[in-house]
């Protein structure tokens, strides 16, 4: 740095409304705002050499130092003064202050921000009386201007949009935002304005015209928009013509989703609707319409689309390391966009993932602790497939029929494996924007779960036969599920919101029923089978409700209530299988607890011989009864940390599962009406979320605050924190192999709710 520049190091509004101080100071231009320290440490370390800069051949990494420039001052100073007078401050001083020190700067912007302006009346003047009519009958939906209101210009920026948006909608094609206008009179007694909308005619005539669509057309090209080939030519109905270069689409399921035919008014809301929809089939990556017109009143809508490849495959792995196990997973995605000529899409995914663990001797190959083969492939068709007509229903979403079909192979050291296969056909339309429903009708599943003979004999000798039964069994599911979401459009949004996702899942009452007149064979348990293993009958059920409380700027308050209760009944009432149950811990519950280590319950596994702790590591805890809540406040950090904004946040987790029945498999796992409270485990931590705009990764980082497995005071583990190498000793001598972590890390994409 020369000896004629400052660095700027602080930079601060002094007098302004707390409400506004945020926003103003998004004025403040970037030039000038203090670095981040560990930004410019890495610039400096990258760039710097003998205690000068380097002036030539520039690492672009981290941050070049922010110097103090008085233009970029002065200009600062001015945009904050105007967005006060915008938000009616029309009497605003805005004066800078700069004191240097030691070659760093410190800049104070000091606002006088006066009394604000309100508005005394609001009238308007419409030349068009058709427009005035559609203004007085629908204006109530979106007009914010009202006499009391304090003055701030983007209301009458709203307004204006507004009325754009309902003359375009209303068939006014040539309609223009300029317009619209505002007269704004501030010679009154008083810190009062009155307002006037005007909404002027075009030039040299008496009233603006209203269009219809003459017809439409759709023109495909090739991936690189190519218009070489000899295109496929098809004409449908109400005048719409379709013309494929790319010779690869069918025209019937594309003109589903074109709201702008042949006799319609014109209706931007109809032209964004197209849009939406022909983006969301995923087919395309680019879609553009442009309008000719056929004569004075009326207007052709011509689509042109440009495909994206056809094919892709992605290839994705990962390494994990967790207690002494450490592994990698290895996944190949194809993906077909086109299947069939109606943009249905095709994904076939097979993924490979295997597990070692450093406590076991011998070679890489006999540390071994897992291994999971996946495979499934998934077909979307952008309708609903069903046996009789229904509607089309696209305009609040696109409407898709999923079959999709899963395998799995599985195998865990000395101790379990299990081949599951599972099919389905699922239904997902849209009710409103914010309401979805999602109905799976027929789902079919078989799964061949085994235990390592050894272990079974180990188990049974040691009284652990039910569990034995409930993992050590093949059986076939023929269930439906169901699902409503509400307001999972305003998830990225920042505001206040209730969010609700609801889940029934139920299996075996449609052959319950069968079986009342159909002798099925039975086992030597009693139950009924079919194809010689007997058939699953239960009822699950799982809510998530979310409080989303906007508390200005990117700060933001969630609540999240996650409770679920799963009942098995019939012809296995005492059984409920391993994939139906619910487990705690993970990055997205109880981020205290790795997945599946927390609960049943006030279940300690010390009841466990070392032999089984070990083999029955995230198989002995699970739960039919589920409670669980969250508390996450967020906040923003840095605007530019690496490339990314930095968001922060501190949360508390609280919860458990639990067993419905006592089946001496999990002492103190039982669910109890007057003693669940008491087992409730409590994590609390903070986190980072690095936001991309795409994606974001984020690190929680979570303590325990109090364990349930433990008795009485000692369940608050927090006062041991501070000793816990002592602590994790004693632990260690109880509950071999198991390690007790106060801290667990959790890394993930996206937020955790």
């Known amino acids: 740095m020369r000896d004629d520049q400052t660095l700027v190091t602080k930079v601060k509004l002094s007098g302004i409304d707390n409400k506004f101080e945020e926003e103003a100071s998004e004025y403040i231009q970037k030039e000038i705002r203090p670095n981040s320290s560990i930004n410019l440490f890495i610039y400096n370390f990258a760039n710097g050499r003998n205690g000068q800069y380097r002036t030539e051949n520039i690492r672009n990494v981290g941050e070049a130092p922010r110097l103090l420039d008085s233009s970029l001052v002065e200009i600062s100073r001015n945009q904050i003064e105007r967005f006060l007078i915008n938000k009616g401050y029309f009497n605003v001083k805005v004066q800078d202050s700069i004191s240097i020190k030691k070659k760093k700067a410190h800049i104070v912007f000091h606002v006088d921000q006066g009394n604000p302006f309100y508005v005394r009346k609001v009238t308007d003047q419409i030349a068009d009386s058709s427009i005035d009519s559609l203004y007085e009958k629908l204006g109530s939906e979106f007009k914010r201007l009202h006499e009391g209101m304090r003055y701030d210009s983007d209301s009458l920026v709203f307004e204006r949009e507004s009325i754009y948006n309902l003359a375009r909608r209303s068939g006014y094609f040539d309609f223009l935002r300029q317009y ?63 013309t494929d270069h790319s010779r690869k689409f069918k025209p019937k399921p594309l003109n589903r989703y074109i709201y702008m035919r042949k006799g319609d008014l014109y209706n931007i809301d109809f032209e ?129 029929t999923v079959f999709s079909t899963n395998w799995q192979v599985f195998d865990q050291l000395n101790t379990y494996s299990n081949r599951y296969f599972i099919n389905s056909i699922s239904y997902i339309w849209n009710e409103t924007r914010y309401k979805v429903h999602q109905l799976t009708p027929i789902s079919l599943e078989y799964r061949i779960g085994r235990l390592d003979e050894d272990f079974k004999q180990q188990l049974d000798k040691e009284g652990y036969r039910l569990y034995i039964e409930s993992n050590d069994r093949a059986y076939i599911g023929l269930g439906s599920q169901y699902s409503y979401t509400f307001n999972t459009l305003r998830l990225n949004n920042l505001e206040n919101f209730f969010y609700f996702r609801g889940a029934i899942d139920v299996s075996g009452n449609t052959l319950g029923l069968i079986s009342e007149v159909v002798d099925f064979k039975k086992n030597e348990s009693g139950e009924n089978t079919l194809l010689g293993v007997p058939y699953l009958q239960y009822s699950k059920i799982e809510t998530d409700f979310r409080y989303y409380k906007h508390l200005g700027g990117e700060r933001q308050l969630i609540f999240r ?193």
């Open 272 to 400: 964004n609707l197209t849009y939406d929809r022909l983006y969301e089939l995923n087919t395309f990556k680019s879609v553009k319409v442009n309008y000719t017109k056929s004569d004075s009143t009326h207007v052709n809508a011509n689509y042109e689309l440009i495909p994206l490849k056809r094919m892709a495959n992605r290839i994705e792995g990962e390494y994990t390391f967790n207690s002494g196990r450490s592994g990698f997973n290895f996944g190949n995605t194809y993906t077909n966009r086109n299947l069939l000529g109606g943009s249905e899409q095709l994904e076939v995914k097979a993924q490979f993932g295997v597990l070692f663990d450093s406590g076991l001797s011998g070679s890489l190959l006999n540390r071994v602790y897992n291994r999971d083969f996946q495979f499934g492939a998934t077909l979307t068709v952008p309708r609903l497939i069903v046996p009789f007509r229904i509607p089309l229903i696209g305009k609040n979403g696109m409407p898709r």
């Open 561 to 753: 209530f996650n409770p679920g209760v799963a009942v098995p009944y019939g012809n296995n009432q005492n059984l409920l299988i391993f994939e139906k149950n619910f487990y705690s811990g993970g990055m997205n519950g109880i981020r205290a607890w790795q997945a599946r280590t927390l609960g049943p319950g006030g279940y300690n596994r010390s009841v466990l011989p070392d032999s089984l702790r070990l083999n029955l590591r995230n198989l002995d805890q699970l739960g039919e009864v589920k409670i669980e809540g969250n508390l996450e406040y967020r906040f923003k950090l840095l605007n530019n940390f690496l490339g990314a904004k930095l968001k922060g946040a501190t949360f508390i987790d609280a919860g458990n599962i639990w067993r419905l029945k006592d089946d001496g498999l999990n002492p103190e796992g039982q669910f109890k009406w007057n003693g669940f409270l008491d087992q409730i485990a409590i994590g609390g931590g903070f986190g980072f979320r690095f936001d991309l705009e795409y994606f974001v990764f984020r690190l929680d980082i979570a303590a325990k605050i109090r364990d349930p497995q433990f008795k009485g005071s000692d369940r608050w583990v927090i006062s041991e924190i501070f000793s816990s190498k002592e602590f994790n000793e004693r632990y260690l001598e109880t509950n071999y192999p198991d390690k007790y972590n106060f801290i667990q890390y959790n890394f993930g994409i996206g937020m955790p709710f």
């Open 180 to 242: 619209v206008r505002f007269e704004v009179d501030s010679n009154l007694t008083g810190d009062l304005v009155d307002l006037k909308l005007i909404v002027d005619n075009p030039a040299d005539k008496d009233e603006h015209t209203v269009f219809h669509v003459d017809s439409s057309s759709i023109v495909i090209k090739s991936s690189t928009g190519s218009t070489r080939q000899t295109p496929k030519v098809d004409t449908l109905a109400s005048a719409m013509f379709f």
